[in-house]
């Protein structure tokens, strides 16, 4: 696998010079001058706030482990870091930690396709075996590159069927040549455009149409074209090895199948990340990226518009007692809710193995949150839960 080998120093991004208080985190402005000249901040976003309780209430009983950044108009909130990276090692994690992001890879899977799209190379509308060959003719036929992005097309989730298969293979070249057969052969699950189904197929696939456009491997074509451009100076996709070997990568911890405590669950990942999950990052690498996507270096104006705004309608669950009403869509790549009046944009990720992970950006408000937690997948929800609340309360 190739490697982007980079640097050991801190990658603080957008973040700048802040300084770093004791223990890891962000040295913050006071309440009053993180309201100067900028909007002001909800006095339980703050340090010492509701949020900033909540998260030190979970670490202290061994629920969270991570990191968790919120800025406002590019200025930092809030940055809490909390648990080991390496418990073996007795190592913290660390503002500058590099997590895995599980399915907030997602996002650059979708941008990666939008700008093959400004370059012509792809369109929305064409379907699967414009690009790839080797499917059967009800999927090449039928299936759309707009369907594939918003989990429209039917497929499946290979992840959860056959996950553990993935962890057998040993090199990049065995996962993109096995997993592309494994896609080659799963069914559909109903006609194309004709339900809902989240897809981790999907987005595996696109992948693949990344690489036969572009002429580039799906991994060097994110470092090149998005990692790169956005100041991504610690993302990666970092293989099995790379993870075992360097000390600023978090390992996952999450207890066994059968119960008990967590334990490192490295070994039961797959080898290398897919167009659905598996790049790693910094919480400053993802700051770097949401400023580089609204910002349009990554995309022209209009095509930044085209893949980050609400396609397709996601029945949502039934709201549960004192929060508002969300109204779902998937977008490609990111998907799109609507709370309260306030959009917000972004993914999240998680894997049993011990992955918990969040990204989202409210365009109207200039809100930035960043969660990075190596527990299993869902533990870090009630306070990505909390943060959204008090973002558009």
């Known amino acids: 696998m190739t490697s982007l080998r980079p640097s050991r120093r801190a990658a603080l991004g ?42 030190a209430q979970t670490a202290a009983a061994d629920g969270y482990s991570g990191t968790v950044l919120l800025l406002r108009d590019g200025r930092p909130v ?4 909390y648990g080991l990276a390496n418990r073996e090692l007795s190592l913290p994690n660390r503002p500058d930690t590099i997590f895995s992001l599980g399915s907030v890879t997602k996002i650059f899977t ?24 080797g499917f059967p003719t009800e999927v090449a036929g039928t299936v759309t590159i707009h369907q594939l992005l918003t989990h429209t097309a039917g497929m499946g989730d290979i992840l959860r069927e056959q996950g553990d298969l993935l962890n057998t293979w040993g090199s990049e070249a065995e996962v ?14 109903f006609p194309p455009g004709t339900g809902y189904a989240y897809s981790n197929n999907g987005y595996i696939t696109l992948a693949y149409v990344v690489a036969a456009a572009s002429g580039q491997t799906f991994y060097d074509y994110v470092r090149r074209h998005i990692f790169r451009p956005a100041g991504m100076s610690n993302a990666d996709f970092y293989n099995r090895d ?38 790693f990052a910094t919480a400053a690498d993802l700051v770097a990226f949401v400023a580089a996507l609204t910002g349009d270096r990554l995309l022209d104006r209009r095509h930044t518009w085209l893949a980050t705004s609400p396609k397709s309608p996601v029945v949502p669950l039934p709201p549960k007692p004192g929060r508002p009403s969300q109204f779902l869509f998937g977008c490609y790549g990111p998907s799109a809710t609507l709370m309260n009046n306030h959009w917000c944009l972004g993914h999240n990720g998680g894997s049993t193995n011990g992955v918990s992970t969040d990204l989202e950006w409210f365009p109207d408000d200039g809100y930035v949150y960043i969660d990075l937690c190596n527990y299993e997948g869902g533990s870090s929800a009630p306070i990505d839960i909390a943060a959204r609340g008090l973002i558009v309360q």
């Not at 809030?78 to 870091?81: A, D, E, K, N, P």
């Open 14 to 55: 957008m973040l700048g010079a802040i300084p770093l208080a004791a223990g890891g985190v962000l040295a913050l402005p006071g309440q009053a001058q993180a309201g100067a000249g900028h909007r002001p901040v909800p006095a339980d976003l703050l340090p010492d706030g509701a949020l900033d309780r909540l998260i």
């Open 78 to 81: 809030l940055s809490r870091t």
């Open 110 to 133: 979708g941008i990666a396709i939008a700008q093959l799209v400004q370059q012509g190379k792809v369109a929305y509308h064409e379907t699967l075996g414009t690009y790839l060959d």
């Open 176 to 189: 993109v040549t096995e997993l592309l057969e494994l896609m080659r052969a799963s069914p559909l699950l």
């Open 242 to 279: 790379q993870w075992a070997a360097d000390r600023r990568i978090a390992r996952p911890y999450a207890p066994p199948p059968t119960g008990g405590a967590r334990v490192d669950n490295l070994r039961r990942e797959p080898y290398v990340g897919n167009g659905a999950g598996g790049a």
